[in-house]
């Protein structure tokens, strides 16, 4: 449980990634729902343009944060990569028409900002927003697919620094360096320490999500991130093992089960395969309460 809540009274931000299909939104709504029940005010978070938060908690979702209705706790907002790279690129070429750059420059900084690299920045760029508010005591961000997580990761410094050498004309690299690390340091410190943020990658027990997931994790690693959690989705309980097909997947799944324990080295959460779909508070209360009872318990 130490690895979800807040630690001596800081906000904790869980970080649920994956390739696509694999179940994150699932997994975040049963976390977040759970956290708000446990008492913390809990803000539920997406940049997936595909994740249907909505659908899952039953309630609408919109681009700020608004309270679910019947969990006055629980607060939820979908950033719009789209929408937030508006606001992003606005922002950014005003800044340079304020600090006199001609138009040429402008035409060449609104260029670079074309680049597909500026959605996931202002995507980053609104979390650190959010994520900084002190508002909430827990975060919940149900990530985009893995790569687009990884790169949202490996963006900001980098990016950050050539857009402020291009805005502010006397702005070197080294000074544009400590700008970038400013804005961005806090909450790369934060994802790297393990008392702050869990980054839990969620997969099915099978060869391609559990080597994708593991890739990843190694990434995250080199950029001193740990993996705090394993999520297994659509677990067939040795119960419904009946027949001899849901028997050989069980079998199955066993197996790929044991190899996630060895790969990740971290406590393994199970979500079992359910006969209907995920969505609203009761079957999320009780998806949460099988999840975290398991962690209590580990």
Known sequence: MARIVPSDGRQRTVFFAGKGGVGKTVASCATAVWLAQQGWRTLLLTTDPAAHLGNVLGAPVGDEPHPLPGLPNLWVVKIDPKAAAEVYKKRILD??????????AIAVIAEELDSPC??????????????????????VFDT????????MLELPVEWSKQIDVKVFSSVD?????????????????????????TFAFVMYPESTPIVEAHRASLELATLGIPTGL?????????????????????????????????????????????????????????LGQQMYGQLVLA
Do not use: C
Request: glycine residues 4%.
């Open 95 to 104: 800044e340079a028409r304020a600090h006199g750059r001609p138009e040429k």
């Open 118 to 139: 500026t959605e996931e920045m202002a995507a980053f760029d609104r979390f650190i927003e959010f994520a900084s508010a002190g508002a909430w005591q827990t975060v």
């Open 144 to 151: 985009a697919p893995t790569g687009h997580t990884l790169r």
């Open 173 to 197: 690299t080294a000074v544009a360096d400590d700008v970038a690390k400013q804005r961005f340091g806090d909450v790369i410190e934060m994802m790297r320490d393990p008392q702050r943020s």
């Open 230 to 286: 394993a999520v297994a989705n659509f677990v067939i309980p040795a119960e419904q093992a009946d027949t001899p097909f849901t028997h050989a997947r069980h079998v199955m799944q066993q197996h790929y089960l044991a190899e996630i324990q060895a790969r990740f080295a971290v406590p393994l959460l199970t979500i079992p395969l359910l006969p209907e779909e995920v969505q609203g508070l009761p079957l999320l209360t009780e």
